[in-house]
């Protein structure tokens, strides 16, 4: 079988920000810490964490779209080369696109269709533009239309076209399905698997670990900007194949899993506590969680747990 080819690969991605407490004092808030991952050709990985679990910096950190607060360290490379800012500059909105996470990525005041085809107005990008639309369930009527006139699932399937107009080979997908009831949602995420399945390394972030579960290959958990686990996507069929107390929890959270909520929450990051974040809901801790916690390959998947290898 021929090995297939990294597209996007992320070591080490750490992300701190410099804020002023009361004007004058400087302190660096650690968003995201020790972060690794791959996507290959053809496959669909899935960022799943909940809210401020650092899934959108992730995002904007390899898209070089990081905010001017902002500085990170790790390695980024796309086909094997280290994503420079300059390379990145050439493959953004071409090779490597964002389908973003806010809709506010769309200008108000410019009618779709010259959104998706960019300015472009010649009759080749016009047809092709047309062609992105009626593929993702669209006709040329929403070309017309400003984007206060387009409802929530029009809107996802416009940003998802305006995306893969470059027939991307990495696309990047932040929350693409809020707002959309279920039947949209798993629409839009079909469209991903799609592009996948076409041979692009689709990066799909979101926090809904059922709805990945349905077109994922494989899934990357967040905590507290950290990643703890990556599994396949058939390892969630039993809880005994997850390797982290926290996916395990995920896993006893899902409704056809009893809805079982674990007590307690994700800290706020400048409440990390050091070494493991989720040491202080877990039912495993031990005096060791408290140091720092590698990041190590455990039977086929990736986990950050003093305890995995022992479970
Ligand atoms: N511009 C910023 N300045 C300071 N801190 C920031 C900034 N942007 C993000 N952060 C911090 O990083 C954390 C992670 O943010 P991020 O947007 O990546 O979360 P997320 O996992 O995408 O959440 P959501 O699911 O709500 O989109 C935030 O909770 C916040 O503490
Ligand atoms: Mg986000």
Not at 229 to 241: L, M, P, T
Not at 259 to 269: D, M, V
Not at 292 to 311: I, P, S, T
Request: net charge neutral.
């Amino acid at each position: 079988m021929e090995e297939k080819k990294t597209v996007l690969s992320v070591k080490n991605l750490s992300v701190s920000f410099t804020q002023y407490e009361r004007w004058i004092q400087r302190t660096t808030l650690l968003a995201v810490k020790d972060v690794s991952l791959t996507v290959r050709e053809g496959e669909l990985v899935a960022v799943v964490g909940s809210s401020g679990s650092g899934k959108s910096l992730l995002a904007h950190s390899v898209l070089g779209i990081l905010p001017y607060n902002a500085s990170w360290s790790g390695e980024i490379s796309y086909y094997g080369e280290r994503l420079t800012e300059k390379r990145m500059e050439k493959l953004r909105g071409k090779e490597i696109v964002l389908v973003p996470q806010s809709v506010s990525y769309l200008d108000p005041l410019m009618k779709a269709g010259p959104q998706i085809r960019k300015g472009k107005r010649d009759q080749g990008s016009r047809s092709e533009s047309l062609q992105t639309l009626r593929r993702y369930g669209l006709d040329e009527t929403v070309e017309k239309l400003y984007p206060f006139e387009l409802s929530g699932g029009m809107t996802r399937r416009i940003l998802i076209s305006t995306a893969v107009m470059e027939k991307p080979k990495l696309v990047i997908a932040d929350e693409p399905t809020p707002g959309l009831h279920l039947e949209a949602a798993k629409r839009v995420l079909s469209h991903f698997r799609e592009m996948a399945d076409e041979g692009a390394g689709v990066l799909l972030i979101t926090h809904d670990l059922e709805l990945a579960l349905e077109v994922a290959d494989r899934i990357v958990v967040f905590y507290a900007g950290t990643s703890v686990e990556e599994a396949f996507a058939a390892d969630f069929r039993e809880e005994r194949f997850l390797r982290h107390p926290y996916s395990r929890a995920l896993y006893r959270a899902m409704p056809e899993h009893g809805f079982c909520a674990a007590p307690g929450a994700q800290p706020y990051l400048k409440d990390r506590p050091s070494g493991c974040p989720y040491a202080p809901r877990c039912e495993l801790q031990e005096a060791r969680c408290s140091r720092e916690v590698e990041y190590v390959g455990l039977k086929d998947g990736m986990v950050r747990c003093v305890k995995a290898e022992e479970g």
